[in-house]
């Protein structure tokens, strides 16, 4: 069974850091799509960063702010974990944050939340100004 769990999520000042964690296994190494997706409140979700076949997709509203990495800690047993580093944060950064994985997803639907079928249950970032 597929298992997705977020964290690291807190309250910051605006200009501040934070990096999220999702700790994923049962996922197949050779074939990882995950991505980043937030919501904030009364919004729809939104993807932020997603990675795939060594692309890298990023929003614009985060592009050269954010950065989606992933390392492995067990291959056999398909665990490991992605982050998302978020640097000079912004009040409409604040959401929940959730990570997204499948075994394969397209380019062009990298950020769209039908792609995924598998999702954690979300960390909260609130960035205050």
């Known amino acids: 069974e597929v298992r997705l769990s977020e964290s690291g999520g807190a309250s910051v000042q605006a200009r501040g850091s934070l990096k999220l964690s999702c700790a994923f296994s049962?996922?197949?190494?050779?074939?990882?799509?995950m991505a980043w997706f937030r919501q904030a409140p009364g919004k729809e979700r939104e993807g932020v960063a997603g990675?795939?076949?060594?692309?890298?997709?990023?929003?614009?509203?985060v592009k050269g702010r954010f950065a989606i990495s992933v390392e492995a800690s067990d291959v056999d047993a398909g665990n490991g974990t992605l982050y998302l580093e978020m640097n000079n944060l912004e009040p409409e950064d604040s959401g929940i944050y959730y990570c997204?994985?499948?075994?394969?997803?397209?380019?062009?639907?990298?950020?769209?939340?039908?792609?995924?079928?598998?999702w954690g249950q979300g960390t909260q970032v609130i960035v205050s100004s």
């Open positions: 997204a994985a499948d075994s394969w997803v397209g380019a062009s639907a990298r950020l769209k939340v039908h792609a995924y079928p598998w």
């Open positions: 049962q996922l197949s190494l050779k074939r990882l799509y």
């Open positions: 990675f795939g076949k060594g692309e890298i997709t990023y929003a614009d509203a």
